[in-house]
C-alpha cells in the first residue's frame, strides 16, 4: 500500500513539475509590464505551488512548528516569480493597475518610493478577500506574487500572532 501512495505521489509530482518551475505570474502581467516599460523582462525565477502542493507543505510546515505555519494553512495556491528587466527602461518604472489586466481585481495599496513602485491588487467573493497579486519593480527586477485561499483568515491569524507576541 505504501508503495502504491509513492508511486502517485512521485507521478503527481513529475506531471506538475514542469508547470510548477515556469510560473511567469498572472496571465498577461509580464507582457502588460513590458509593454508599460518599454523594456524585456528576464525570468530568474519562477514557482507554483497549486491545492496539492500548498497543502503538503504546509501540512510539513505544520509536522515542524505548528505556530509559525498558519498562514499555509488558509492558502490553496501559491504562484512567486521574479524577473532581471533587460535594457533601460524608456519611462521611470511605474505600475499602472489599470493596464496590468488584473481582470477582476482592486487595488488596495500603491506605494512609490525612491525608484521601487508596489501594488497589491485584491479579489473577492461573496465579500471574502480570495485572491492577492502583489507586483513589485525597483528598476532592476520585478517581483510578481499571487496567492490564492481563505485571504481574510491568514491575516486574522497573522493579527492574532502579532497581538500574542506584543503581550
Known amino acids: 500500500m505504501r508503495t502504491r501512495a509513492a508511486i502517485v505521489l512521485a507521478l503527481a509530482g513529475a506531471i506538475g513539475t514542469p508547470g510548477c518551475v515556469s510560473y511567469r505570474g498572472p496571465r498577461g502581467v509580464e507582457d502588460a509590464l513590458e509593454r508599460q516599460m518599454g523594456v524585456e523582462l528576464e525570468r530568474e525565477f519562477g514557482l507554483k505551488l497549486g491545492f496539492v ?12 512548528d505548528d505556530e509559525d505555519a498558519l498562514a499555509a494553512v488558509h492558502l490553496t495556491s501559491v504562484g512567486v516569480a521574479t ?48 485572491e492577492a497579486v502583489f507586483v513589485v519593480c525597483d528598476g532592476e527586477e520585478v517581483l510578481i506574487s ?3 485561499g481563505d485571504l481574510d483568515a491568514l491575516v486574522q491569524a497573522a493579527a492574532a500572532k502579532n497581538a500574542r507576541l506584543a503581550r
Open 53 to 64: 502542493g500548498t497543502k503538503t507543505v504546509s501540512g510539513l510546515a505544520r509536522a515542524v
Open 83 to 130: 524577473f532581471t528587466i533587460e535594457g533601460t527602461p524608456t519611462q521611470a518604472p511605474r505600475l499602472d493597475p489599470e493596464r496590468l489586466g488584473l481582470h477582476g481585481f482592486e487595488t488596495v495599496l500603491r506605494a512609490k518610493d525612491e525608484g521601487d513602485d508596489l501594488l497589491l491588487a485584491v479579489r473577492s467573493k461573496r465579500g471574502s478577500i480570495r
Open 146 to 148: 499571487r496567492f490564492e
